[in-house]
Every structure is written in C-alpha cells, then in structure tokens.
C-alpha cells in the first residue's frame, strides 16, 4: 500500500467463530486474492476525533471491538463457500482524523484490489469519509465512473460546513464537493431525517445539492421494529424522541459492489461489569 504501512493492531477477530469462520487478513503483506466464491473483510476504525470535533458524545474508538464481540454470538447460516476476513484496527489515538482516514482509504482501497467487499467498523461518522476515499481511489485506478450512491440512516444530514475543519459532521459535504470538482451527479439518500436536529441552512443545502430524503415522520406508522431516531448505528449525538421504522432493511445491505459502514451509537460501561454496552 504505497510506501505506507496501515497501523492496524492485528488478531482481533469475532471470539467465538474465529476458528470456523473468521480469518485474519494483514494487509500490509496480502498480494494474492483469497479463493472464495465471495468474501467479506472486516476493518476496524478506532476513531472519534471527528465526534470531539463536532462536540458529541465520545467512546466510538472502542466500537470495533465491541461490534465483534456483540457479533460473535451470532450463528452462521451460510455456505462456507462464503469466506470472512478480519483486517484487524486502524488505531488513530496518535495521529490526526484526516491520517486516519487516509489510511482507512487505502485498506478499502487493497480490500476492493483483493475483490473482497469491505465492511468497516466504526469508529464516529468521519468514518465515512476514509471509506470513501478508498472507493474514490480504486474507481479511478480501474477508470470507472463515479456513480456510488449512498444510503445514510440517521436523524441528521451531516452536510456541515468544514471551513474551519472536517468533522463528524461534514463528511457527506465533503464528498459532495468531489463530485461537484468531477462535474458528476450525487446520489445521497439520508432516511430518517427528523426537522428538528437540523437546520434551516441544511435543508437549503440538501436542496441545492438535489438530495432526496425521507423523514422520520412519515415512516414512523410502520409496525415493523425501529431503530432509535437519534441513532440507527452511527449515532454519537443527543437522542431523539421517535424512532426510525425499517421495512426490510436487510433488502438495502450486502449490495454486490458496493460496501458497508457499521458506526454504532457511543460504547459505554455496562452496569453489571466491564463489558461495553451501548447507550
């Protein structure tokens, strides 16, 4: 990966199907594509530097851990034709948000080259923008035009102004502006927006950017089971009153080609022991 090492802490796989399932995968020395009929690779991104930033509720550094703990009592259903991998962590407690996610970039960017489909593990939502760049990368390494969409759950638009510096809040502004710079149509869809945790100035920008958007409200009559509206995973800020109602969600993930952003709500110590739990 250029002459970059990726500072990722290594081993830090699913406990409890890291045997039967979970391989480890070092990106640093990878050069050959895993045989499989279709892979996944996990990397963790132990970052909140953006949610500090954006004056949230910090604790997402130590989500990748626990997402794979809270994971690892899953069952697995599927064929093992279907191969996982573990990338480890990208570690950002000594360096900048924007190194880190320069990083994050360039593990996307190996995992996409190893034909894998990259599911990050957050980390705040400056997250998103390091995967992105990953995406960005290899789209003009293979001369590929650039038509990713992308789906935000969330109660915010996270389209931020950053001149003063990016944030956990900006990152979907961010991007805009490179597709701007690529005179290429954005194709941003936030589900859940509520009124009241953005503002005026946003709804503004959203428009002038031609984001389409549902809001919380008018898929909240859904008997289907909800996903707090302050937070589907990724929230770091206060909680919302409401919920966000998912037909189907499962229909929207795991797309071919595309990839996964896991960036759960601010771990926090349980009552009952040490164990992280979320809040």
């Known amino acids: 990966i250029a002459s970059h090492k990726l500072k990722c802490n290594r081993h830090q796989f699913f406990h409890a199907v890291q045997h039967q399932w979970v391989q480890p995968l070092d990106l640093n020395i990878q050069t050959e594509k895993p045989e499989c009929e279709l892979g996944f690779a996990f990397i963790g991104f132990c970052s909140e530097q953006g949610v500090k930033r954006n004056k949230g509720r910090v604790g997402t550094a130590l989500a990748p851990d626990f997402i794979r703990a809270q ?11 279907v191969k996982l991998y573990d990338a480890g962590n990208i570690l950002c407690d000594e360096i900048s948000m924007e190194e880190g996610q320069k990083l994050l970039g ?3 960017e190996k995992i996409l080259d190893l034909e894998l489909f990259p ?7 400056e997250t998103t923008f390091g995967h992105f ?13 650039l038509d990713m969409g992308i789906i935000n759950f969330d109660a915010h638009f996270d389209l931020r102004p950053y001149e003063n510096g990016p944030s956990s809040g900006s990152m979907f502004r961010q991007i805009a502006d490179i597709y701007k710079k690529e005179n290429v149509q954005y194709h941003y869809l936030p589900l859940g927006i509520q009124e009241h945790s953005n503002t005026v100035s946003l709804f503004k920008f959203a428009k002038e950017i031609g984001t389409e ?3 919380a409200k008018e898929i909240q009559n859904s008997n289907y089971a909800t996903i707090p509206a302050g937070g589907p995973p990724g929230h770091s800020g ?25 960036l759960p709500r601010r771990p926090c110590r349980s009552q009952g022991g040490g164990h992280p739990g979320l809040r």
């Open 119 to 125: 599911i990050v593990l957050g980390g705040g939502h």
């Open 238 to 262: 206060r909680k919302r009153p409401g919920g966000l109602p998912l037909r189907h969600p499962h229909q929207l993930l795991l797309r071919p080609g595309g990839a996964e952003d896991l």
């Open 133 to 145: 760049q990953g995406h960005l990368a290899d789209m003009k390494k293979k001369e590929t035009p």
């Open 213 to 215: 958007y549902i809001l």
């Open 106 to 108: 360039m593990a996307v």
């Open 71 to 81: 994971m690892s009592n899953l069952p697995c259903t599927f064929l093992q034709d």
